[in-house]
């Protein structure tokens, strides 16, 4: 049981594999692993197709739609008097993360070290990583992001946690900017509000190795409360205490030039939390099944201020019982998580997956027939654990393929 | 909005991260994307370390408990006289597939031709695709696997699809190997047995550009029966019209020897099926909660046939709440299937996800304390949907990496 896989034949392998492919035929493997050069070559073969030739499961972001959710949200914060800063663990995609800065955005979040880094390297320089780093391997990944970005901030919610990281960033010769996590009450990250976070957030302010940058806090609860005035009145709520510490703060004579908070759900409510500052929307560029349930502030039923970009094209592989056919995305393409997905363009038609490998479609009366090979669209139940699944997404504007992203920071939940 | 990322480029500066990361901390950061030089510098430096200086989440399996489980499929199918062709939709890895060959399966089986394609360019040859091709590109793909393996079959379950794969094998020069899947009941792939695959099969047999092999019939619903007696008659039940589709077969003079189907629910009750030649077990080699649920047919309570060998290790973040601690392993992590992750080696505490980035533990009278910063090793829901999360899988002995294992087709679902 020796390694078996030397990593520079390997590389080399698959790409004479591909290329071998494209001289006899048309075909197009789109490897687990994109490897550069492979996806060099399926960038130069796929970009201009129709996406109902791309091969499936595949993962499609209709660039008109996501524009128009750029433009909504940088229209409403931009009225409200607040910034946006996307969570790009949504998208795990530097090229999705370039495109949000160019559109106004103060910078990106990031969920893990791991994505942090994989936006730096691509030059993505503002990051925001929203939870602390514990680690050993962590601290010191986050002090050579220091050193490659002077924009990198990360959150601290435990005072032995913002000595760690003082102290590493002495021993790397940095400052480590730092943001004080305060837990909105769900209890998952953050510390207590009040003199808890005050005191995080002046012991933070005094460490040699640390700059102190203000606070997040973030509800994860309330985002997908789907009566809108539960929304705001809870999420506001929610959010007072954290509020209160930032006064304190300020006060205090801290900075307190970050209040980074919120979600794709309280986009349009966050601003009327004093001190505020801006809004960390993850989901609203491609829009789910899980979110379009909310009911919008304007009184619709659906979540219409966003328009659903994100889809997964899948192919019927079996039609042989009536009211129902087999497709080829299962739930290591689309998640188990619900809302089931939904079938774009039709109606009379339910999609559920069918274990790991295929979904399943039934229908009573629907406005068209199903054969072997057709193809369908389907909008996905949760986007960020569905991103996470695929190595590329193709970008597509009027159905033709734009650009084949790389989601760089796939699978980085270190 | 052009692309804005080149492949070669973007592989050096990866590297070159690495590297200066290497020189002035002990940093080692697995990549989401793992390219091959990335691996090599990962597979040196953490090859030998203990699993508990492992960052977080990371996917491991203990090596002893696998080849465990190796015996113990090889010993019981040895007895009862069939073969054991294990599914690589499980594990995904070259370097398994090769212990699996090795230790004595006819071959692995594939779900998807991407996979096929990951196994056979690491010259795993012997390969048994479990679904159909449909589309041109997995059909063109197909034809290339032909040429690069001749113990390549795949499988066809529609006529329309069999003159399509036997007019793509005659176009490439090939004869493409076939077996017919019949559909055990459930609807969800397969011919009809009895007339409709007996026709199918000897289509394929007529058909001047493929070899007919057999047939494959596989009841993805018994295998999760917790009751072992019940399962047992179940599947025997279920395969039964399938094993009359063979003698038909057979009594017609077409090829009959390939009858492959089960997997690990029934991996010792297959044989009783006649003409029944081996056992497509995935899951056997690393178990996971739901597998662990089953009855086994010895009357034990759980299936301690086999020894869980897969686990995913994850930190401490936050504990400052009495009861209950936050850990770095959520959705991305773990999916959200069920039953929930289990902590190995400690009583008195839950696992659960809690998002897509955290998960949470609970306790009243735990054996032990946490701390931030404290790991923490879980059995998984549903191995193949993990394992489809992780670029990498840290092979262990005694606690000990042994090997770092790329998971070369994670994310090829087509």
Not at 33 to 56: I, N, P
Request: proline share 4%; hydrophobic share 35%.
């Amino acid at each position: 049981m020796k390694p078996t896989f030397k990593g520079t034949s390997f590389s080399i392998t698959r790409r004479r594999f591909l290329q071998s492919a494209g001289t006899t035929s048309t075909v197009i493997w789109l490897p687990g692993m994109a490897y550069a050069q492979a996806l060099e070559d399926v960038q130069e073969k796929l970009t201009g197709v129709s996406k109902w030739d791309l091969d499936t499961p595949a993962l499609c972001v209709d660039l008109d739609h996501m524009e128009h959710n750029f433009s909504r949200i940088r229209t409403t914060t931009d009225r409200n008097g607040i910034g946006f800063r996307p969570h790009a663990k949504t998208h795990k995609t530097p090229a999705i993360a370039e495109l949000q800065i160019a559109d106004g955005a103060l910078g990106i979040c990031t969920a893990k070290v791991g994505e942090a880094a994989a936006m730096i390297e691509h030059g993505i320089k503002k990051v925001l990583m929203t939870t602390c780093n514990v680690t050993t391997h962590k601290i010191s990944l986050a002090m050579e992001l220091c050193k490659r970005s002077d924009q990198f901030i990360q959150a601290v919610f435990q005072e032995s946690n913002a000595r760690d990281l003082s102290a590493a960033a002495q021993e790397a010769g940095v400052i480590a900017d730092v943001v004080v996590d305060v837990d909105p009450g769900g209890h998952r990250t953050g510390i207590a509000p009040g003199k808890p976070a005050l005191e995080l957030a002046q012991l933070v302010d005094r460490l040699p190795g640390l700059r102190q940058r203000g606070l997040l806090c973030y509800d994860g609860r309330v985002q997908h409360e789907i009566n809108a005035s539960v929304r705001r009145s809870q999420s506001v709520q929610a959010m007072e205490p954290a509020a209160d510490t930032l006064e304190k703060m300020r006060l205090s004579g801290l900075n307190t030039e970050i209040f980074s908070g919120g979600g794709t759900g309280t986009y349009n409510i966050d601003h009327e939390i004093p001190g505020f500052t801006d809004v960390q929307c993850g989901s609203y560029l491609f829009m789910d099944m899980q979110y379009l349930a909310n009911e919008s502030l304007s009184g619709d039923d659906s979540y219409t201020d966003f328009k659903p970009s994100l889809t997964v094209l899948t192919t019927v592989v079996n039609t042989h019982i009536d009211g129902m056919a087999t497709t080829d995305a299962g739930q290591k393409s689309l998640t188990i998580h619900k809302p089931d997905p939904k079938v774009l363009g039709e109606s009379g038609v339910s999609y559920r997956t069918w274990g790991d490998e295929f979904g399943r479609i039934t229908y009573d009366e629907p406005t068209r027939t199903y054969q072997v090979g057709d193809k369908l669209e389907v909008i996905v139940p949760h986007c960020d654990p569905v991103v996470n699944l695929y190595d590329v997404m193709f970008a597509t504007r009027n159905n033709r393929v734009e650009h084949v992203w790389p989601i760089s920071a796939r699978g980085d939940a270190q």
